[in-house]
């Protein structure tokens, strides 16, 4: 390719995806390579959850809520952390974002009010209907297509073009691909055991469930040219994933007042720290755990596609009791007899959770029972490249590399600097769209005053 782009993109996530959408619309030459056989990464695999605090779904529909009301929420949970200033940006920016998405790219989602998630004190997450985000990648990809954007899969990035310090492309399977500006949405490094066992030890032996382009590369990139990391330790777990089916077990299970037990049949823990925040007490108990949940919170998760699915494939078992639930799962039946009666204690009001669970939603649990057999595992890392608040790559010395733009997975998140007790329900996909769309702005923006 010998013209040279205005900018290009690594990566068509959902990160890369709004990044080339919004340089295009500025007026740029955009052209977007992604290694995979196909777009999507780990924005396919997520529920496409995103939070809009403040957006007119919200006011359309009576709920109070603000950017401020947000950073608020995220900060009670993640604590203070080296991207504070992204948490103040993307709070302010999400509501916006999301009715970009929805009425100029056409997006086919709406506000959930079924439930809140984990972190977010009002209803602001807004989601595709079917609560998977490959519909959301598909019509960002039918908006790129409508654009003319290229997308080259298959095609992986090996290096950086680098002239006097400044990042002016890069060697895209041996062939130079001259740029103005870089934008990096090459994920995290969840997929790389060696990075991940350095910066998140606690849940380095878990199975990764995530897309397998995140490896790391955006923050090897960054290293060589002196950027900046943050928050390195911190990463998204699920405490649930289904096994065998390999599907998510919707958190909304949990939420709606199911427990989780060991094979002993006992609860180990406090669900209310939700999917990411638990997945290492599923690990430090066992190889496994069960869901167990009754037939009414099953038919509020039948609702969302992907649990439909996993339930047609065979992975909810059934019982009238808690003793021939054992039984039909090889747990110990007087350990879940004694677990499923002291919740329910609890839940009724009769005495305190033993570990300290106050959200107890449709329970205490009653006749049929459900259980799921899942396992724990990681599913994106939240460190990597501190950008600014226009997405631009920070130096360790100060200010920002030239010419170069980061944001999802290679970028630092905003789920605080360790662990994944900080991460919120969206903190992934917002973290991605807002720094892709802004990186396509500001990158249309720096070319511009330079003419």
Known sequence: MSETLDLLIIGAGACGLAGAISAHDAGGTVAIVEGRD????????????IPGAGSKYQHQAGIDDSPRRMVEDLTRIAGHHQADD???????????????????????????????HIGHSVERLHAPRSRRGQDLVDDLLRSVAQRDIPIAVGNKAKHLLVEDG?????????????????????????ADP?????????????????????????????LALGAALGNMGSYQGYA?????????????????????????????????????GFASHVMAQGSFAWAIYDMRIHGVAQAEDEYAEM???????????????????????????????????????????????????????????????????LFHTQGGLLVDNKARVRKVSGG?????FAGGGAAAGISGRDGALGYASGN????????????????????????
């Open 38 to 49: 196909r777009p999507g990464g780990n924005s396919s695999l997520s529920t496409g959850s």
């Open 86 to 116: 992204l948490t103040q940006m993307i709070a302010a920016e999400c509501g916006p974002l999301c009715e970009w998405l929805i009425e100029d790219l056409g997006a086919r989602m709406e506000l959930i009010t079924a439930y809140r």
């Open 240 to 276: 649930a994933v289904a096994y065998p089916q390999g599907q998510l077990l919707s958190w909304t299970i949990l939420e709606k007042g199911g427990v989780l037990v060991s094979e002993t049949g006992e609860r180990f823990g406090n669900e209310d720290l939700g999917y990411s």
């Open 166 to 190: 400044y990042v002016v492309g890069a060697v895209v399977e041996g062939e130079p691909v001259p740029a103005r500006k870089v934008l990096l949405a090459t994920n995290g490094f969840a």
């Open 311 to 377: 339930s047609a494939m065979g992975a909810v078992k059934w019982a009238d009791t808690p003793a021939a639930l054992a039984e039909v799962v090889g747990l110990n039946r007087v350990g879940l007899e004694q677990a499923i009666l002291a919740y329910n204690a609890a839940a009724k009001g009769d005495c305190k959770d033993r570990f300290g669970r106050t959200a107890f939603a449709m329970a205490p649990l009653q006749a049929p029972f459900a259980a799921v057999k899942v396992k724990p595992g």
């Open 428 to 451: 992934g996909l917002i973290t991605a769209l807002v720094l892709g769309r802004k990186a396509g702005i500001v990158a249309m923006e720096e070319i511009r005053a330079k003419v």
């Open 194 to 222: 060696a990075l991940v066992a350095e910066h998140c030890p606690e849940i380095a032996a878990a199975e990764y469930f995530g897309a397998p382009g995140s490896t790391g590369d955006a923050v090897r990139w960054g």
């Open 400 to 404: 920002v590399i030239d010419n170069l």
